[in-house]
Nanobody
Framework: QVQLVESGGGLVQAGGSLRLSCAASGRTFSVYTMGWFRQAPGKEREFVAQIRWGGSTTSYAAYVKGRFTISRDNAKQTLFLQMNNLKPDDTGVYYC????????????WGQGTQVTVSS
């Protein structure tokens, strides 16, 4: 089992920045990829970004590319999402996810952290 706990959400004005963190614990040696997803009210959960846990390969959704940066600190077993130039459409619950055994993120999920961007 891998446990994931997100933090860093909050209320910010459009154009502002937030940094989300996701602390991983448990069988983290089995983690292959980690990523961020988000879910706006009334909408389905959508992919934001992912990173290889043992490398630096990253990928981003088109709607956040150039504004968001995903990174990780393996020593602290923590995943980050730096979000700049936030827009009201970025509002939602942000979830951290982990993939094991070569999988994309989604085998384990955190409880989510709320991000609200006001116009």
């Amino acid at each position: 089992q891998v446990q994931l706990v997100e933090s860093g959400g909050g209320l910010v004005q459009a154009g502002g920045s937030l940094r989300l963190s996701c602390a991983a614990s448990g069988r983290t040696f089995s983690v292959y990829t980690m990523g961020w997803f988000r879910q706006a009210p009334g909408k389905e959960r959508e992919f934001v970004a992912q990173i290889r846990w043992g490398g630096s390969t990253t990928s981003y959704a088109a709607y956040v590319k150039g504004r968001f940066t995903i990174s990780r600190d393996n020593a602290k077993q923590t995943l980050f999402l730096q979000m700049n130039n936030l827009k009201p459409d970025d509002t939602g619950v942000y979830y951290c996810a982990a993939g094991i055994a070569g999988n994309r993120p989604g085998d384990y999920w955190g409880q989510g952290t709320q991000v609200t961007v006001s116009s």
